[in-house]
């Protein structure tokens, strides 16, 4: 084991320690779900993301409170914009890690489709915005992927998930799926965030998980050996990985052919991903690299506070 790596096994819990590979395989699957969704309602990754950004921002008031704001929506379960609290451009470049100008460029093409508003203080994603069809499906589509995330985290014996008996997260067209949505965009947010750090750069971070779970997926299906990767030690080695071709990445994701192969041109290039027979692979390498560890760590944390949340969500508003 490199230094660095010991050095953060040293620091992390032994709990956290001995089931970082398995939720961080598991909460991947949730994660690439919730950036297909949010691809789907904004139209490309960056935007999605920003657009998460604003509303996690207006809405974050409400978060510390016992009823979530439950008494300012209305009948449609959404919150008026004067309930919004604005947030800046810059703010949003600084939680997102990205540059001003790049920021900048999505707000406002944003603004220009409606689908957020300028107003005293900053931007907000307005009640017109969340009304629209294709985020109340995404709500929806969320409380299945929530639900199933719970579920593998049970059954990998992750402590915190096994408070739930897989009916609280049932109403799909509750005021608590509304809030289990907002915290599920934190949730994406932050790993994102873990994800650009190892990267460098958010979309090339997107492809090269999801390349990563494509490789390890079979692990962690019944009968799969994930238990002999769980803990941050045990890193799947090169050989039980399982390639990925560049259409089948292209696919998964949403984008363009040429756009996922000059990505994966970037990854190889900087040795994140390399080309085996049948497609690409992450080496295990790249995860034992000081960043990703400590990203592995942060996430384990992450997912205990996004169950906690979405329990004390499920059980006090449906």
Known sequence: MAPAQAGI??????????????VARLSSEYVLRLLQLTIEAFGDVRAGLVGQAVETANLAHFDSRNDWGRDHVGSDL???NEARRPVSVARLAESLGLPLETTRRIVQR???????LRVEGGVILPRAAVQRADIGAAVAANIGYA???IRDLQA?????????DGTELAAQDSFAARVAARLSAQYLLRVCQLIAAVHGDIRLGIVAQTIIAANTAHLDMRGGEGWRYANLEDVPPDEVRRPIRIARLAESLGLPFETVRRYVR??????SCVRVKGGLIVPRQVQERPAAVRGSVANVSYVRKFVRDLYAVTTGLC
């Open 9 to 22: 096994l040293a620091e992390a819990s032994s709990e956290d320690a001995a089931i970082a590979r398995i």
């Open 147 to 149: 639900r199933k995330f």
């Open 78 to 80: 959404t919150f008026p």
């Open 266 to 271: 970037r990854l190889t290039a900087d040795g």
């Open 156 to 164: 990998a014996g992750f402590t915190e998930a096994a408070c739930f």
């Open 110 to 116: 944003l603004v220009d489709q409606g689908i957020c």
